[in-house]
């Protein structure tokens, strides 16, 4: 199964609010994808997965990969994931509008940090790093990503 519902308790106890996070395998299959896209492309990025609170499920370093890509990549996922948007919105405002906007926690303006929905939910979100350039990287990821989200089975209610 590639999302699963985890449901958590209010503090009352009397309702729940179920979330809907990737699950190990999903991340694992998302991973698979990109190291094989990744070689059929010769290219060596670093990959990061989180699930939709930004913590990394699933990682990769390829052989002949950039020093420094294995934190920009987990980063870069962990931005998307915990602001629900894709990072190049930062970086897109970054450059045009706030200079300062990387200097609030949390936020990473950089290409190639894209979420992973399930229909309109976010579910996950991916981070490369260490491509042959922005647009590269950027193509890459989302690339990926909406091959993925086709995969994913509809929501449960």
């Not at 990969?65 to 602001?83: F, H, L, M, R, T």
């Amino acid at each position: 199964m590639l999302v699963m519902p985890w449901a958590v308790a209010a503090e009352n106890g009397s309702a729940l609010r179920a979330t809907v996070n990737l699950s190990l395998g999903g991340a694992g299959m998302l991973l698979d994808n990109a190291v094989a896209k990744a070689i059929s492309e010769g290219v060596h990025p670093c990959i990061a997965v989180t699930d939709a609170n930004g913590y990394l499920l699933a990682f990769k370093r390829m052989d002949g990969a950039a020093p420094g890509c294995v934190e920009a990549a987990i980063k870069k996922a962990n931005s998307a994931a915990i602001n629900d948007v894709d990072t190049v919105v930062f970086y897109d405002l970054a450059r045009k509008e706030n200079l300062q906007l990387g200097s609030i926690p949390g936020i990473l303006p950089a290409v190639a940090g894209v979420v992973i929905r399930q229909k309109a939910r976010a579910v996950g979100a991916i981070g490369i790093a260490g491509g042959a350039s922005d647009a590269q990287e950027q193509r890459f990821a989302t690339e990926l990503v909406r091959a993925f989200e086709k995969t994913l089975p509809a929501p449960h209610p």
